[in-house]
């Protein structure tokens, strides 16, 4: 049976997903069939299985750092929220239901079976677990609904971390506080870690050492503030950045993401970060928008009230606009559906609206419908011969209309068919992670090289080999700022 590590934090974005990608790789390295674990997360940011179940994306990246193909019991509840309506609870890869808090707490007994299968299957099938908790351990007015936290460490016995974000200020109070709140669970919280420090680590120092006599626990390190890389966030809160890598600009390629209110699946763009020939930003100022060589309507949790929004900003006329003068416009899932001439929605499955204009751009009609469609899908681009592509679908409803993009297998049904629309200078698809594939991506950039009149470039980089880069770099930087052997011996490995 496995032995299991549990990483909480004083409060989210306190680094608990990055620092369970990290330990993954560390224990792979070290030769351990480890895989990591978090009961329920919420999360806009997903990814699909090869069996087409849906799970929160940092839980997929943690798999592929442990060098594992990614399965639903590593994240056995991921919520999605969904405006007033509550947030879409997903068990084991497929929609549930759609919930308000009180309603999800009263399914508390049900919920907490879920995890528990999950977590006899991982036990069973490897050596170690790396498990992440959520938000805050502390949370007292939660406390008999914990699924996630302390619950889970009780459960598998496994020693706790505590992680806090000096960053945000006030370090050592939410440690202590922390600490003191998690009452009879405080016997499991073993050490604590404080992250994201800039400046010199002997300044800390008498911190240190009067928290770990405050709290009788040890310091197990300090990491210093970086770059998170090719890994993305879970939420959309740093979606300001404005980001590029080369230094003459008149060369750059500028993209400028529409920043929606509902934007989902936003690591969608990350391969086109760290593109030397890219400028990429979100926004919706016009100012920009006219600016843009390439503008992409991203995914939303809720299409027609982010398409009504955008009517209401008057960005359906920019975009019009642009598209006569020739700017690439794209639209990934929900934008793809906001490009095309109708969406229909006779079951209310996204708003109380059972039809709304949509776009125009595009010669496709969408209609919605109760079942959510999951899965990978690998195929072929229309527009350039033997263009290998792979990404993974998650939406409701389906298109029709001038399907001419792409050809692609659905790796969950097995059919072979049309997907994605392309009309001159616009297109779109329902594939997330399209610009994961390196050839697709360079060879969509050097169509707008040429429109300005730019050498097309040879393909820049791997995304794939980056995001191994990034592991290891992760892994590096945890085995060099905390006492790995003591972080070890805690499961007596």
Known sequence: MAKALMIQGTSSGAGKSLLVTALCRIAKNLGFKVAPFKAQNMSLQSFITKNGGEIGLAQALQ????GLEPEIHMNPILLKADGNKGSQVIIHG???????????????????????????YLKKHYELLIVEGAGSPAEINLRDSDIVNMAVAEYLKAPVILVGDIDKGGVFA?????????????????????????????????????????????????????EELSLSSEDSLGLSYHKTFSSEKNKLIKI????????????????????????????????????ADVVIIPGSKRTVEDLLWL???????????????????????GGFQMLG????????????????????????????????????????????????????????????????LFTIKRFATKEIKKEGSQKESIWGTYL??????????????????????????????????????????????????????????????
């Open 63 to 66: 798999a592929m750092s442990a």
């Open 174 to 226: 939410s440690l202590y506080g922390t600490i003191k709140l998690v009452g009879k669970s405080e016997k499991l919280i073993k050490g604590f870690i404080i992250n994201k420090f800039r400046g010199d680590v002997e300044i800390l120092k008498p911190g240190i050492r009067e928290i770990e006599k405050l709290c009788q626990k040890p310091c197990l390190g300090v990491l210093p503030y970086f």
């Open 94 to 120: 497929k929609v549930y239901k759609t919930l308000k808090p009180k309603e999800y707490y009263a399914e508390k007994k049900k919920l907490w079976n879920k995890v528990l299968e999950s977590l006899e």
């Open 341 to 404: 001439k109708i969406l229909k929605d006779p079951e209310k499955v996204e708003s109380d609206l059972k039809e709304i204009k949509g776009l125009g751009l595009l010669d496709i009609e969408t209609t919605f419908y109760p079942k959510k469609i999951t899965t990978q899908a690998e195929g072929y681009c229309n527009l350039k011969e033997n263009l290998k592509i792979w990404g993974y679908e998650i939406h409701m409803g389906e298109s029709e209309g001038d399907l001419n």
């Open 311 to 333: 009517k209401s900003l008057k960005i359906d006329k920019i975009l019009k606009y642009l598209a006569e003068k020739g700017v690439e416009i794209i639209g990934l899932c």
């Open 432 to 493: 997330h992670g399209i610009f994961e594939n390196d050839d697709f991506r360079r060879f969509i950039l050097n169509k707008v090289r040429e429109k300005k009149g730019l050498t097309p470039l040879e393909k820049s980089y791997s995304y794939k080999k980056l995001r191994e880069i990034t592991f290891n770099t992760l892994a590096k930087l945890v085995e060099t700022h905390l006492n790995m052997e003591k972080i070890w011996s805690l499961i007596k490995l």
């Open 256 to 291: 400028v993401v529409l920043r929606l209110k509902y934007i989902s699946n936003f690591s969608d763009f990350d391969p086109l970060k760290y593109e030397p020939d890219v400028e990429l930003l979100y926004s919706l100022r016009k100012e920009e928008l006219l600016s």
